[in-house]
């Protein structure tokens, strides 16, 4: 190149030349390499803008692809809560479907449960259902004769039940026909008191215990004949009988009335000043300083315990009946005067009615029972 330049300039001066070249020589390197940096600019600068290109496009797929799948979600989540409701109307039909169901069951099994205690009392034996009969009927009698006071339906029952046993002829119930003519014969030998005899008693007595005399107001005792009224009575006949002077003349004398008047004056005052004194030992004191009033709360008391002990017997409650009239034999000696005859009459009562309540229980046949259950058990 440097020939070139200087064949084509040949008017140049010779001075100058070489620094022309020196001075083109060493430019040529940097205008190369500019040119290949603006080479690779564009280069880096077109794939930079490819890469823009393509990366734009990319994210604009991605947009699209997450518009899609959110359109997607947001469908199947409305799909989702639809099927979520069918699915919960679906667990409550289910629900209420089993608890019919259970309902139902357990009606079937109470029906089957009584199907088959039917099916059992249907396939018991003639004998088990007569011992069953006899026992309810025995129990049912104990219960009548518990509450009426007699044993009258516990000997009825009893006595058909021996005839049923005796028309089966069954020798597995030969201990149930002993223990029954056991129990048939301890109860008849029972004596049982009449309640209605007894409760009419107490009310006999509840009347009496007005007109019976206290200890400190004795009764009023009528004069009694006593040895001088035959005497009296001579005396007047005596008196009546003419004398010898009277049977000349006709005529009663004088003295022979007033000797017959003044005997009967004499008796008289003799008989009233008796009821006027009168001696008894009293061995409490307090028994004569009742005062009225309190001799009434005191037979009023003595009532109540009366309608207490008649109402015990009532309920069969023997043993709270017999307590009240023990109390209230207790109170009548200590009382009321034991020489009248009314407060005798009014302690014998008590004293029977106390003896006969002891003897309103009636025996339970236990021995008939206790086979019964045996027989029962052994089936």
Excluded: C
């Excluded at 022309?20 to 880096?44: G, K, R, Y």
């Excluded at 039909?93 to 009584?114: I, S």
């Excluded at 002990?309 to 017999?322: D, E, G, I, N, W």
């Excluded at 209230?328 to 005798?344: A, C, G, N, W």
């Amino acid at each position: 190149m440097t020939d070139t330049n200087a064949t084509l300039t040949p008017s140049a001066t010779p001075e100058f030349e070489p620094s022309t070249a020196e001075q083109q020589a060493p430019s040529d390197p940097p205008a190369n390499w500019v040119l290949w940096a603006v080479v690779v600019l564009s280069i880096a600068s077109g794939g930079a803008g490819w890469l823009a290109w393509n990366t734009q496009k990319k994210v604009q797929s991605l947009e699209q692809e997450l518009v899609r799948r959110q359109s997607d979600s947001q469908r199947q989540s409305v799909e989702a809560r639809l099927l979520a409701s069918q699915a919960q109307d679906l667990s409550r039909e289910a629900a209420a479907r089993t608890t019919l169901l259970e309902t139902r069951l357990a009606e079937v099994a109470l029906q089957r449960t009584q199907i088959e205690d039917l099916i059992k009392t249907l396939s018991l034996s003639r004998d088990e259902n007569l011992v069953s009969d006899i026992e309810a009927s025995l129990r049912v009698a104990s219960q009548q004769a518990a509450l009426t006071g007699s044993a009258e339906p516990l000997v009825v029952a009893m006595q058909s039940a021996d005839d049923r046993l005796t028309r089966t002829h069954q020798p597995r119930l030969d201990n149930v026909r002993r223990a029954l003519a056991k129990d048939l014969d301890r109860v008849r030998s029972t004596r049982v008191a009449d309640l209605s005899s007894l409760t009419i008693r107490l009310d006999e007595a509840a009347r009496l215990i007005d007109e019976v005399p206290l200890l400190n107001q004795p009764e009023t005792v009528l004069p009694t004949p006593s040895r001088s009224t035959p005497s009296k009575g001579k005396s007047s006949a005596a008196a009546s009988a003419p004398t010898p002077a009277s049977r000349d003349t006709g005529e009663p004398s004088w003295g022979s009335h007033v000797l017959g008047w003044s005997k009967g004056a004499a008796q008289t005052i003799w008989d009233e000043t008796r009821g006027l004194i009168r001696l008894t030992r009293i061995a409490r004191p307090e028994a004569m300083l009742i005062a009225p009033d309190q001799a009434f709360f005191l037979r009023e008391n003595i009532k109540l315990r009366l309608l207490n002990a008649r109402l015990a017997l009532l309920s069969r409650q023997t043993a709270v009946a017999v307590a009240d009239l023990q109390a209230i034999q207790s109170v009548v000696p200590r009382y009321f005067d034991l020489q009248s005859r009314k407060t005798q009459l009014l302690q014998s009562m008590l004293a029977d009615v106390t003896t006969q309540s002891q003897q309103t229980a009636v025996p339970r046949p236990d021995d008939t029972l206790a086979a019964l259950a045996t027989v029962s058990g052994g089936r």
